[in-house]
């Protein structure tokens, strides 16, 4: 089991910046990748950003690439998304994944995914 401890959502306006901090805990040896996923009111849940725990190769949704930067402390077994250029439509609740799935797309059924309790950002305009 895998338990996931999300931190630094809140509220901020349009062109600022928020940093996210997810922690794993308990059997994180197994962990193929990190990631964040996002869901807005009404919307599907979205990948955003992801990164391989042994090498550090990260991905980026379209939406987000040139503007977040996920990076990992391997000793803190901690991710954090860094967002700057925050818009409107980053606006949603935002979820922090764990497991061997490393796509930006939701995992099948049945894949081994752990998820935080999520945690809300806001981008006023």
């Known amino acids: 089991q895998v338990q996931l401890v999300e931190s630094g959502g809140g509220s901020v306006q349009a062109g600022g910046s928020l940093r996210l901090s997810c922690t794993a805990s308990g059997s994180t040896f197994y962990l193929t990748c990190m990631a964040w996923f996002r869901q807005a009111p009404g919307k599907e849940r979205e990948g955003v950003a992801r990164?391989?725990?042994?090498?550090?190769?990260?991905r980026y949704s379209d939406s987000v690439a040139g503007r977040f930067t996920l990076v990992q402390d391997s000793a803190k077994n901690t991710v954090y998304l860094e967002m700057n250029s925050l818009k409107p439509e980053d606006t949603a609740q935002y979820y922090c994944?764990?497991?061997?799935?490393?796509?930006?797309?939701?995992?099948?059924?049945?894949?081994?995914?752990?998820w935080g309790r999520g945690i809300q950002v806001t981008v006023s305009s």
């Open positions: 994944a764990a497991g061997k799935w490393c796509g930006l797309d939701l995992p099948p059924p049945g894949r081994e995914v752990y």
């Open positions: 990164i391989y725990t042994g090498g550090g190769n990260t």
